[in-house]
T-cell receptor, first 115, second 113 residues
Framework: DAGVIQSPRHEVTEMGQEVTLRCKPISGHNSLFWYRQTMMRGLELLIYFNNNVPIDDSGMPEDRFSAKMPNASFSTLKIQPSEPRDSAVYFC?????????????FGPGTRLTVL | KNQVEQSPQSLIILEGKNCTLQCNYTVSPFSNLRWYKQDTGRGPVSLTIMTFSENTKSNGRYTATLDADTKQSSLHITASQLSDSASYICVVSPQINDYKLSFGAGTTVTVRA
């Protein structure tokens, strides 16, 4: 069974450029999460989708960040324009929400470096 | 202030030895507590999960304990192996909006031969 798939695994870009991160959740999962991990702040939730609908985007740092989930098998996180402080590892996670102790399964992450 | 505090920040142990990691949390009311293992360059993977009514859970050489009264948890690694070298993250899920996980900063474990 394939896990959560993220692409690219590494991205290096220059300040001001647009960055798009991609995620394919586990088949059958109805919830998707985008996280950011840095040494200073650890793991932070950016946005949560349920059944392709954004439920909580309170963690999105500012208007430069946007996320979409056009269907149950694909999501994107876009940063435009990118800044050096956006450098971090971005994780996508998914889960099958049935109520109770549902596990979030994390992808391998995208390491973003903004020069 | 972080609602999940872990200690120590890092530790080094010799292969075959045991170690114990600590987690204190203030999330209340809470639904469950998990320990995740994160290998370098990989995403976190769930090791154990405990609800408030459980006080111990094992997964192979990993044993987690929970004291809901004192809001403390520990993860014990028995007979460590080189593959146990990773970051171990304590994660607490609240009862309301259970998707909003509170993450500890992690304990980095290095196992040396």
């Amino acid at each position: 069974d394939a896990g959560v798939i993220q692409s690219p695994r590494h991205e290096v870009t220059e300040m001001g450029q647009e960055v798009t991160l991609r995620c394919k959740p586990i088949s059958g999962h109805n919830s998707l999460f985008w996280y950011r991990q840095t040494m200073m702040r650890g793991l932070e939730l950016l946005i949560y989708f349920n059944n392709n609908v954004p439920i909580d985007d309170s963690g999105m740092p500012e208007d430069r960040f946007s996320a979409k989930m056009p269907n149950a098998s694909f999501s994107t996180l876009k940063i435009q324009p990118s800044e050096p402080r956006d450098s971090a590892v971005y994780f996508c996670a998914s889960r099958r929400e049935r109520g109770g102790t549902d596990t979030q399964y994390f992808g391998p992450g995208t390491r973003l470096t903004v020069l | 202030k972080n609602q999940v505090e872990q200690s120590p920040q890092s530790l080094i142990i010799l292969e075959g030895k045991n170690c114990t990691l600590q987690c204190n949390y203030t999330v209340s009311p809470f639904s469950n507590l998990r320990w995740y293992k994160q290998d370098t360059g990989r995403g976190p993977v769930s090791l154990t999960i405990m609800t408030f009514s459980e006080n111990t859970k094992s997964n192979g050489r990993y044993t987690a304990t929970l004291d809901a009264d004192t809001k403390q948890s520990s993860l014990h690694i028995t007979a460590s192996q080189l593959s146990d070298s990773a970051s171990y993250i304590c994660v607490v899920s609240p009862q309301i909006n259970d998707y909003k996980l509170s993450f500890g900063a992690g304990t980095t474990v290095t196992v040396r031969a």
